[in-house]
Each structure stands twice: as C-alpha cells, then as structure tokens.
C-alpha cells in the first residue's frame, strides 16, 4: 500500500501523515479474525483501508451484539489515547481486506509526538461514543427492518461496493434478534426491490430507497462524523 487509503489519516497535515505511515506496516485483515476481546491488553492498532470490523459488546463474557463499526473511515484502539491499553468490546474483522497496523508503544509515542495526531483521535472516539449512544436507542426504539436496512448502508460504506456476502445467521447475531426476523426484513426490503439477498449474498439494488428504508440514525451518525472529522 503506498497511500493511506484511510480517510482518518488522510485528514493529517501531509508531513504527519507521511511520518506516521512510516512506523505502520500493512497487513491483511482476515474474515472472522478477532483483532481483540473485551479485557484483553491491546498489541496493535488499526486503519482499515479496505477491510472492516465490527464492534461487539459482551454479556457474561459472550459475544451478543453490534454496537459500532469501523472501515476505512475510523480506526482500531482508540481508547489508546486515555492511557487505557484495554478495549471493553469484542472487535471481529467482519469484510476482509488491507489495514495498516502499528504497535501500542509506538501508537503511544506517534500521540506524544504529534498534536494533530492527538486532536484527530479524540474527535474520533467522541464520534464512537456518539455511535455507541446511536445504536443503544436504535435497539430499544427502531424495527428490525430499520435497523437492517441502517445496518447493510453501514456496510456498503465500508465494504466500498455493493455486494457483500453475509449470511442470516450472522445478521441475526449482529442485530441481537431471532434468525426469522432477519428473514422477514429481507424479504420485505427485497420485495420492495432495495436489495437482493440470496444464499448469503446481498446486492444493493437501489442505494436511495434503502436509505429510505433505514431509520435515523443512519444520517445521525453520518452527520456525527462529517462535523468533527471533515
């Protein structure tokens, strides 16, 4: 990878941005891979620039449900920044794909180094903690069909193209709700010819009416983002 392809780094003065990259080594994400859990001290941080990972909280030290997720606009290990080395969330690589990785001291070093590296990743947790709070009223207030349709944009954004492979099970766990509601809402949204979905396989046929289809909070957190970080 010889440019950022990450949009976070990508708002760092050129200098920075170049100086930092050179601490960064590339790796590739793998499908299903778990980046850290709940607890654990974290080793690396990350800047997707293709792959994306989902953000899972646990209940009795299980996996149960999506509350964020990070692509290319955000980064891996945030929380860094508050001198807390642990992460409360389980992150699992949900897309494959390309990130840059560094390691904790030297991410640790890069922010004691460099104020706008600093700045850049304290307005990036506030917009986490922003799609936190998002996703926690989403849960309690929103349809199911709501919520997959402000879930499958999500990862169109990430996944930069319109088809990407995700099975019912999978959605069921993401949502926190039963296989058969996932059923329903993708047929519905199908039927209404948003999306095809089929053996695990989503299209995104009409970008404009899926939006339509999600609820709010889709554009809250998009607004949430283009403000502190645009």
């Not at 709940?38 to 953000?55: K, Q, Y």
């Not at 149960?64 to 690589?93: F, I, K």
């Not at 930069?160 to 809402?185: C, N, Q």
């Not at 089929?198 to 889709?218: M, N, Q, T």
Request: hydrophobic fraction near 40%; aromatic fraction near 8%; charge should be neutral.
């Amino acid at each position: 990878m010889s440019a950022a392809n990450n949009n976070l780094l990508d708002l760092l003065p050129s200098r920075e941005r170049n100086r930092f990259l050179a601490r960064c080594e590339p790796v590739h994400l793998v499908m299903s891979e778990v980046l850290c859990e709940p607890g654990a001290v974290a080793r690396h941080v990350f800047f997707p620039t293709e792959g994306f990972i989902s953000l899972i909280t646990s209940i009795d030290g299980k996996p149960v449900l999506e509350v964020g997720m990070v692509g290319s606009e955000g980064m891996l290990g945030a929380q860094l920044a508050t001198g807390v080395r642990t992460s409360p969330l389980h992150a699992l690589v949900q897309g494959s794909g390309n990130s840059w990785q560094l390691d904790v001291a030297d991410f640790r070093r890069a922010l004691e180094e460099s104020a706008p590296l600093r700045s850049l990743v304290n307005r990036y947790l506030y917009v986490l903690m922003a799609q936190f709070a998002t996703a926690a009223g989403c849960l309690r207030f929103h349809t199911i069909t709501h919520r997959l349709a402000r879930w499958l944009l999500m990862t169109q954004d990430r996944a930069h193209k319109d088809t990407f492979h995700v099975t019912h099970e999978f959605l069921s766990f993401m949502l926190g709700v039963r296989r058969e509601g996932i059923t329903s809402s993708a047929g519905e949204l199908h039927a209404g010819g948003l999306i095809r979905y089929s053996r695990g396989e989503v299209v995104v046929l009409d970008r404009l009416g899926l939006e339509g289809a999600a609820c709010s909070c889709y554009e809250v957190d998009r607004h949430s983002y283009d403000e502190l970080l645009k």
